[in-house]
């Protein structure tokens, strides 16, 4: 899948043709003088990137033959600025990514693997379902790892500009791959976002976290597991900060009329504490020895009608490779299936998916009403749900600060706009 996914301004694009266009014009020969304007903005940010990598170190002539030749994938552009009409619930993504087959696959690929990924179990103390289950979701067992030439696709998110620190961190990060002879240009593939090999480590995430782990002295994520699942196990050991002997989310249910729905993703509490106020493990048997006295947060994905979930330490862990809710719930919940697990005791709430107009219409209700200033970019994050807490105390709702489709009805409705506010999106019907 494509990790770190970012969402900008269209503006780029909009006052340029793409360079497909500009290569078929380019084809068909002379014509009107004309100067693409990508041309220029691509031109200039190469020249200014090859003079920021020299004071890199880098050698010049090095990084000029490395992006000779380059120019914008547009496909680049169209992922990164990809905003999804209708979000689907949550659960419709766990039900595709936590799947009866790809629960059976992980179990054999876990079971096939034990020759070579107990001795890396082992070393670092992260589970085998765990570094199995990211193995599933980044690239279905290493076969779906991306074939975008990294280089390009850094050099055309710097270019662009939003991200572009970020893309010229990384680009810098996958040149020194290149000239250290670890990979060849070949080799350095990977999502349009430059998540690259079977467990998608970005370059500066290679250049950092990334092991031999089959011992042939070199380190290969592409065409080793063993190697890819080291790198892992260690990328979550040292800069995710695992805990051994502790789970990552526990299913919970409420039992406790006029529970505070506030404290959802907020304070952390001992399990004792949780138990106290009425929430605890949906599983009766007792805790697991690793998880009684480790702080926890309550998560609950699709509010309190559904289930809850204890996020540990190590589901913040998971998190540090993509830093996602339904991410890390996925890999989470994944591994307990394969370890022998059963699913969820209680069972998602019904929604529908939500669209694009009435998700940023929620944001112009709270922000109508008081109680949101943020952007209005539809996302509905953490600002998002803060805020509609708050309007759910006004309306003493319980405050989860899940924004299901009925609740944006009534939000609208309480700012005064029940009308869609985007009178050419048609409103969602209800699902079948
Ligand atoms: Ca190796």
Known sequence: MDRRAFLFSTAW?????TPNMVQTAAQLGPGPAYAPPEDTVFGAWKAAFIDKAAAHDLAR????????????????IAQDQRQPEFS?????????????????????????????LDPIIDRYQVPG????????????????????????????????????????DELIGALRILFSGEATRAQL??????????????????LAYAVDGDGDGKRDIWGSSADALASTANFLTKKAHWQPEQSAQMEVAVHAAG???????????????????????ADPRPLPEGDRDVA?????????????????????????????????LAVGLLA????????????????????????????????????????????????????????????????????????????????????PSNPTITPVAPAG
Not at 13 to 17: D, E, G, H, Q
Not at 189 to 206: N, R
């Open 336 to 419: 307990d299936r394969i370890a022998g697990g059963g699913p969820l005791v209680q069972a998602w709430p019904v929604d529908q998916p939500i669209s694009l107009a009435d998700r940023i219409a929620a944001q112009q209700a709270l922000t109508a009403l008081g109680y949101y200033s943020g952007g209005m970019d539809g996302l509905l994050g953490s600002g998002s749900r803060k805020a509609a807490r708050q309007w759910q105390i006004s309306q003493n709702l319980p405050a989860d600060g899940y924004l299901s489709y009925a609740l944006i009805q009534r939000l609208k409705a309480t700012a005064g706009m029940a009308a």
């Open 189 to 206: 593939t990977g999502s349009w976002a430059g998540a690259m090999g079977q467990t998608q480590f970005t370059p500066l995430d290679y």
């Open 13 to 17: 694009l909009a006052v340029a043709p």
């Open 61 to 76: 002539d090095q990084v000029t033959a490395a992006l000779a030749g380059v120019i914008p994938d547009t496909h680049v």
């Open 259 to 281: 529970f505070d729905y506030a404290l959802v993703e907020g304070p952390s509490k001992l399990p004792s504490e949780w138990a106290a106020l009425g929430v605890r493990p």
């Open 296 to 328: 926890c947060s309550l998560i609950m994905p699709m509010g309190w009608q559904g289930p809850g979930f204890f996020a540990f330490p190590n589901h913040m862990a998971i998190r540090a490779y993509n830093n996602s809710t339904s991410y890390a």
């Open 129 to 168: 379902e765990i570094l199995v289950s990211i193995w599933a979701v980044e690239s279905a067992f290493g076969q779906t790892q991306g074939s975008d030439d990294v280089i390009r696709s850094m050099a055309t998110l710097a270019a662009e500009g939003r991200r572009q620190a970020f893309a010229e």
């Open 88 to 116: 689907k619930p949550i659960s419709a993504y766990l039900d595709a990514t936590v799947s009866s087959s790809r629960v059976r696959d992980g179990q054999s690929h876990l079971a096939a693997a034990r020759p070579w």
